[in-house]
């Protein structure tokens, strides 16, 4: 059965600083790996997705993530936090035709002024 | 503009009385799923479908059925609601299955 562990249930940096949220995955197929963000109130959006080719994917934001294979990870990075980042992050993971997708149970993220 | 439309926003019922979320989407995809959000839980898939006509439960389908027969709709039935099914629920669409999803705004639903 697939997972996703998030090990960082809460997270806080200050604005400025850099960021790495922690994504692992269990899937015995190719997966297909995708960040989420979901601000207060809102629906989740779309962060960045890899499917296959470059490990290390640029999303919206600012925001990166880079696939290795060997450690089954998806790391979410961010060199320097802005203050409207501070939300919930999720790590996802799906395969082709599958139907399911998995989430992760989420890191909430403080920044500090 | 591209979105997906849940309704109602918020919803307060007592445990029997039948309800319906309402799910809509405009973007013509193919793949629509179901999701509830518990705090320290993530997000647990419902059901989804891959097409119309086509559903199939995830991970936490007791207590609920959905129907896909238009392509555009996937509403989620609570026959028998319970307080345990007191939650937010999201609606998602994608253009095929392994495609990012586009999630609606969510509906908060406390069942009394």
């Known amino acids: 059965a697939q997972s996703v562990t998030q090990p960082d249930i809460h997270i806080t940096v200050s604005e400025g600083a850099s960021l790495e949220l922690r994504c692992n995955y269990s899937y015995g197929a190719t997966p297909y790996l995708f960040w989420y963000v979901q601000s207060p109130g809102q629906g989740l959006q779309l962060l960045l997705k890899?499917?296959?080719?470059?490990?290390l994917v640029q999303g919206i934001k600012g925001f990166e993530a880079e696939f290795k294979r060997s450690q089954s990870s998806f790391n979410l990075r961010k060199p320097s936090v802005h203050w409207s980042d501070a939300a919930e992050y999720f790590c996802?993971?799906?395969?082709?035709?599958?139907?399911?997708?998995?989430f992760g149970d989420g890191t909430t993220l403080t920044v500090k002024p | 503009e591209a979105q997906v439309t849940q309704n109602p926003r918020y919803l307060i019922t007592v445990t029997g009385k039948k309800l319906t979320v309402t799910c809509s989407q405009n973007?013509?995809?193919?793949?629509m799923s179901w999701y509830r959000q518990d705090p320290g839980l993530g997000l647990r898939q419902i059901y989804y479908s891959m097409n119309v006509e086509v559903t199939d439960k995830g991970d936490v389908p007791e207590g609920y059925k959905v129907s896909r027969k238009e392509k555009r709709n996937f509403p989620l039935i609570l026959e028998s609601p319970s307080p345990n099914q007191t939650s937010l629920y999201f609606c998602a669409s994608a253009a095929v299955d392994n495609s990012p999803l586009h999630f609606g705004n969510g509906t908060r639903l406390t069942v009394t």
């Open positions: 890899y499917f296959s080719g470059d490990t």
């Open positions: 996802a993971v799906g395969a082709y035709n599958a139907g399911k997708s998995t």
């Open positions: 973007m013509n995809h193919e793949y």
